[in-house]
């Protein structure tokens, strides 16, 4: 075929394609065109909407399944504020991730028991200090205020009534024992007044040299520390 | 007449006036010196003994000022016989009822009723709590204080439960140290929750720290055989009273508690871990 040959018959096929379109164009209604083409651009998405689900529990499920890129996001986003929980909740430093208080029973008590050793060394210690302050009192050192002596007497008064629950319960009997005899004596000092303190003093001072009271105090004072 | 009769009354009146002094100063001195004898023989814990004084100075003197106070030495010698609990309960509870009692008796007293009434508890009566409970409303702290620390060592834990809002008082408002440990621990049995809440209300400036914590872990173990979180405040005592084995093994690598708290006190983060000869791990944080 020469180039002629080809020409014509290019032209004879075009001729047959017009045709087709006159003959189309022909059929179309030009006015109502716009008004279908925008119904069915509108109809078309309530049409592609799949029928929903049964209303329950999983339901929400298959909008994750035709939404993967919502469901990964919101995937995404607990799995990223669970971990940011536990790396904020977790300790910076030690091994365990508990920060609540707690101890066992039996730890408490051998806690309460090395509490009732100090506190009994320490009451020990200022009762020593009192009864030399009386000593002072009742003889030729300078004498304590009766106000201050009374009121030290009631601080020590309150203390013994705590370690009474802890030496029963430890059965520290020795240190009770003195404990009590000293308590005694707080009382006594406790209410005694300004004018009357020279006489009763003197027979406190006279009950504790009898009763070697400073001496079995520094003996308890021993076994105490001796526990350390 | 009548002059004579007035002068003869008045003559009789000044005549026997210093005669009746002394006879008051004679009883005065005759109870009191009995009632001094009550307190030597309490001091000396002859209970028996001391009882029959108390009777005799509430028989023959029964308006004494003496025989009042007496009421509560008769509490301590029942107290201290151990076997009259109740008779002793009800001393304590006249004393405290008497008008003019003292004070500082009136502590005493209430703080021995409520010893006694955790005895009787722990001993099946379990109205006896009642008495506990109630001072739980004191006005007086040192009453209330001590209602609640007892209140706690009470095995029923739903009872015991009932301390912790005094306890939590204790901790935020008190500042004795003795105190203030007692009443961490008393909580730390009953209600840790409430101690941590309670901490955790304290200024942070009071402690650099809020909780120490121990782990103890056998060899080849990963749970601990041993482990607690408590406040800082009581890390001294805690690390006190570790048991006397893992105490042993601290104390020969080197450490003693003093040098625990200090390497712990460098850093605020710091973890200190100790391994024993039989392969156990001690491990100390603060945070």
């Given amino acids: 075929m020469n180039n002629d040959d080809e020409m014509k018959f290019f032209l004879k096929e075009t001729e047959a394609v017009r045709e087709e379109i006159r003959r189309v164009s022909g059929s179309v209604d030009w006015e109502a065109l716009p008004g279908l083409i925008a119904d069915k651009a509108l109809a078309e998405p309530r049409r592609a909407e799949p029928a929903w689900p049964a209303a329950g529990p999983w339901g929400w499920l298959w909008a994750l399944r035709m939404k993967p890129v919502l469901a990964g996001l919101a995937a995404g986003l607990v799995v990223g504020a669970a971990a940011m929980y536990f790396i904020l909740k977790a300790p910076s430093a030690g091994p365990a991730a508990d920060s609540a208080y707690y101890a066992s029973g039996e730890f408490l008590d051998r806690a309460e028991l090395e509490m009732a050793r100090r506190n009994t060394l320490d009451y020990l210690e200022k009762s020593q200090y009192m009864l030399l302050d009386v000593f002072d009192s009742a003889g030729k050192g300078p004498a304590e205020p009766a106000a201050l002596r009374n009121e030290r007497a009631r601080d020590l008064l309150q203390k013994k009534k705590y370690l009474n629950a802890q030496l029963e319960r430890f059965q520290m009997a020795k240190a009770k024992a003195i404990c009590d005899q000293i308590e005694m004596l707080f009382r006594e000092l406790s209410e005694i007044s300004e004018e009357m303190s020279a006489t009763e003093l003197q027979r406190i001072r006279v009950l504790v040299e009898e009763r070697q009271l400073l001496l079995k105090i520094n003996l308890v004072k021993r076994e105490l520390q001796s526990g350390v | ?287």
Wanted: charged share 30%; glycine share 6%; aromatic share 6%.
């Fill in chain 2, 1 to 287: 007449m009548r002059k004579v009769t007035l002068i003869i009354c008045l003559g009789l009146v000044l005549g026997l006036m210093p005669a009746a002094s002394a006879l008051r100063a004679d009883v005065q001195t005759a109870d009191e010196s009995l009632f001094r004898e009550v307190k030597l023989l309490v001091f000396d814990k002859d209970w028996r003994t001391a009882l029959g004084k108390i009777d005799e100075l509430r028989e023959k003197f029964p308006y004494s000022p003496w025989a009042g106070e007496a009421l509560f030495y008769k509490g301590e010698c029942l107290n201290g016989l151990g076997d009259r609990d109740r008779e002793a309960l009800r001393a304590y509870k006249d004393y405290i009822q008497l008008v003019g009692a003292r004070q500082n008796l009136i502590e005493e007293a209430e703080g021995r009723i409520i010893d006694i009434a955790l005895d009787l508890y722990e001993g099946g009566d379990a109205g006896a709590l009642r008495d506990i409970e109630t001072r739980l409303g004191a006005a007086n702290d040192v009453i209330r204080y001590y209602a609640a620390y007892k209140l706690s060592f009470v095995s029923d834990k739903k009872e015991a439960v009932k301390a912790a809002p005094v306890l939590k008082k204790i901790v935020e408002t008190e500042t004795d140290p003795e105190l203030l440990d007692r009443a961490r621990i008393a909580l730390l049995r009953v209600s840790p929750e409430s101690l941590k809440a309670a901490e955790e209300g304290q200024p942070r400036a009071r402690t650099t720290a809020r909780t120490l914590h121990i782990s103890i872990r056998a060899a080849g173990q990963k749970e601990p055989a041993f482990s607690l979180n408590i406040p800082f405040a009581l890390a001294d005592l805690a690390l006190s009273a570790l048991d006397d084995e893992d105490k042993a093994a601290i104390r020969k690598k080197g450490y003693d508690i003093n040098k625990i708290m200090n390497e712990l006190a460098k850093s605020k983060e710091s973890l200190l871990r100790i391994a024993g000869d039989d392969g156990s791990i001690i491990e100390i944080w603060i945070d």
